[in-house]
């Protein structure tokens, strides 16, 4: 809690910290900063692969509005697109926050396809399956795209359990509570494009 001083006298900033039951409250000096809580090189690894991660689902939902005029598809992809464009600008500021670049160096990446330059982390279509979803149109496109996004989903909660099985990641308050998110998000989506794809294929 933060009081002004008493009137008259310069407006300095008092930092009051509350003690543990039955122990008194301190005053902290003026200079005292609130600091940001630690956070792993695995957090830090997880907010810039999930950022690569979610912009090919977003270039995947970019398709959608010239390769078919499913309205249930449409709907689906500018929610999935909304949100993981959202996503994406909360993950480059978690990083910035923390003076973190917001994409891995080059040699930190392991599993890039050499052909396109791609990495493939888990889930990702590779550059043979995004191209065939390029030249799909109509019925083919909706069941290559719900096929690819429920693959593509799949591969973010795998990275989700990962972040959680590494010692001393997914501490961060923020982060935590964003992969949480993540996971309960996705498994709603694939819920969903499951039972689209289920109808396409009866």
Same mark, same amino acid.
């Given at each position: 809690?933060?009081?002004?001083?008493?009137?008259?006298?310069? =407006?300095? @900033?008092?930092?009051?910290? @509350?003690? =543990? @039951?039955?122990?008194?409250?301190?005053?902290? @000096?003026?200079?005292?900063?609130?600091?940001?809580? /630690?956070?792993?090189?695995?957090?830090?690894? $997880?907010?810039?692969?999930?950022?690569?991660? !979610?912009?090919?689902?977003?270039?995947?939902?970019?398709?959608?509005?010239?390769?078919?005029?499913?309205?249930?598809?449409?709907?689906?992809?500018?929610?999935?697109?909304?949100?993981?464009?959202?996503?994406?600008?909360?993950?480059?500021?978690?990083?910035?926050?923390?003076?973190?670049?917001?994409?891995?160096?080059? !040699?930190?990446?392991?599993?890039?396809?050499?052909?396109?330059?791609?990495?493939?982390? /888990?889930?990702?279509?590779?550059?043979?399956?995004?191209?065939?979803?390029?030249?799909?149109?109509?019925?083919?496109?909706?069941?290559? $795209?719900?096929?690819?996004?429920?693959?593509? !989903?799949?591969?973010?909660?795998?990275?989700?359990?990962?972040?959680?099985?590494?010692?001393?990641?997914?501490?961060?308050?923020?982060?935590?509570?964003?992969?949480?998110?993540?996971?309960?998000?996705?498994?709603?989506?694939?819920?969903?494009?499951?039972?689209?794809?289920?109808?396409?294929?009866?």
């Amino acid at each position: 809690m933060v009081f002004s001083a008493q009137q008259g006298e310069p =407006a300095t @900033p008092v930092v009051v910290q @509350p003690g =543990a @039951p039955g122990q008194p409250t301190r005053t902290l @000096p003026p200079s005292t900063r609130a600091t940001l809580p /630690p956070y792993s090189p695995a957090d830090v690894q $997880f907010m810039q692969h999930m950022i690569l991660h !979610h912009a090919q689902a977003v270039e995947m939902t970019s398709l959608i509005e010239s390769h078919t005029q499913n309205k249930q598809l449409r709907s689906l992809g500018e929610r999935i697109s909304r949100s993981q464009s959202d996503e994406i600008n909360f993950m480059k500021r978690w990083l910035t926050t923390r003076g973190e670049p917001a994409s891995p160096a080059m !040699h930190e990446m392991p599993g890039m396809d050499m052909s396109s330059h791609q990495m493939l982390m /888990p889930g990702m279509l590779t550059s043979k399956q995004v191209d065939a979803l390029r030249k799909a149109k109509g019925e083919e496109f909706d069941e290559l $795209f719900l096929k690819g996004m429920i693959q593509h !989903h799949n591969g973010a909660l795998t990275m989700v359990k990962d972040l959680f099985n590494s010692a001393g990641a997914g501490q961060d308050a923020e982060l935590f509570n964003f992969a949480t998110d993540v996971d309960s998000g996705q498994r709603a989506e694939i819920k969903v494009m499951q039972t689209m794809l289920d109808q396409k294929l009866k």
